[in-house]
């Protein structure tokens, strides 16, 4: 159920719905709207009676959601949910087009800071690479660890780049709400409820990754274990599903971001390089990812893709990704959004408050 406040509610009332609400052992998710506060209520087993909110001062109405997921959904929330960051003037879900990129995994201190200087240049803003890497072997590389954690924070500090690293399991959650500014959560942890709840209770943003074979309806449950847990800044993002097609990795449903789109206001990515798994489709798919009005891309991008430790195939060598940067902005611009531009001397572009060289 949801208690929408009226335009002119207080602060005052607005708490006092909540207290209301906690009083009977409910949670009170209080969402500020452009217009207007709603406030989720979550947590009663049975149906809750309308009439014992709706006379409460300030309230304009109760309404039942209709759909499984509340918190995520347009119902509590109609305007877009924008995600922001402290000392940054970088958005997730705002007008600005996200560009997240970097390596898949992050391999040493030359490589990290090898990439994050391209892509600085370039233009993107947030810098990924995986310090915990979830491999189909376990012979494979599965990522520094804490080392990876520390030099992605060099990173940041070097090139003003803010962090999205990915988080496999309770232990490194706690690590990467502690070093990063964005905490991804894999397509392969999209249902490890336990994972999403601690998630929920971290203090950085959450980047999902749709499940391979995730439904909408599957998806979006997922961002509310999130939410429901307090945690309101969920990003999501389409990675691809799997199907009988074997030309790419994982077959891009572009589909999905308008239609999550309708139903939530939660800012959604779109992950060409995993979806295609092959570099010379990375740009294509960029480009329409842009198009169909997703909030933003997270493309790997190697300095040497070649030699690279993990998913080296789908890597884009930087020169290509500047030539991807330069036609995304294009297409952004025709839909009244903009890509931040390239920036010629990233080492100058630091937090507000960090200290100079
Ligand atoms: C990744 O982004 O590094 C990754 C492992 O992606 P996914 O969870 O979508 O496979
Ligand atoms: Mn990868």
């Known amino acids: 159920m949801l208690v929408v406040m009226k335009a002119n509610a207080s602060e005052e009332q607005v708490r006092a719905v909540c207290q209301k609400i906690e009083s009977f052992g409910y949670r009170a998710h209080s969402m500020p709207g452009a217009t207007r506060t709603a406030i989720g209520i979550t947590g009663n087993r049975g149906e809750l009676e309308p009439g014992t909110f709706e006379e409460l001062v300030g309230v304009q109405e109760v309404i039942r959601v209709s759909k499984p997921y509340k918190l995520v959904s347009r119902e509590l929330k109609e305007d877009d949910t924008i995600i922001r960051f402290p000392d940054s003037d970088a958005t997730i879900g705002g007008t600005e087009v996200a560009v997240i990129a970097g390596p898949c995994g992050v391999e040493s201190r030359e490589q990290a800071f090898a990439a994050g200087e391209r892509v600085a240049k370039a233009g993107a803003r947030f810098f990924r690479g995986g310090a915990y890497k979830p491999r189909t072997s376990p012979y494979a590389f599965q990522g520094l660890g804490e080392l990876g954690l520390q030099i992605l924070a060099e990173v ?15 232990e490194s959650l706690a690590l990467v709400d502690q070093y990063a500014d964005v905490i991804q959560i894999g397509a392969r942890n999209m249902q490890n409820f336990s994972l999403l709840k601690r998630a929920g209770r971290a203090s950085k943003p959450v980047l999902l990754k749709r499940g391979m074979s995730a439904t909408l309806e599957e998806f979006l449950m997922a961002a509310e274990y999130i939410m429901s847990e307090g945690n309101y800044n969920v990003v999501l993002c389409e990675r691809g599903v799997r199907t009988f097609a074997d030309h790419t990795r994982n077959t891009l449903d572009l589909s999905l971001v308008p239609a999550v789109q309708r139903l939530s206001h939660l800012p959604i990515l779109v992950d060409p390089s995993h979806s295609t798994g092959k570099r010379n489709k990375v740009t ?14 997270i493309i790997e991008v190697h300095p040497d893709p070649d030699n690279a430790l993990s998913d080296g195939n789908q890597s884009l060598y930087p020169d290509q990704f500047d030539s991807l940067m330069v036609e995304v902005r294009q297409i952004a611009q025709v839909l009244g959004r903009s890509i931040a531009d390239p920036v010629a001397n990233p080492k100058a572009r630091r937090h507000a408050g960090a200290a100079a060289d």
């Open 156 to 170: 940041r500090e070097r090139f003003g780049l803010l962090i999205v690293t990915e988080a496999v399991d309770h």
């Open 284 to 297: 294509p798919l960029s480009r329409a990812a842009v198009a169909v009005g997703a909030d933003g891309l």
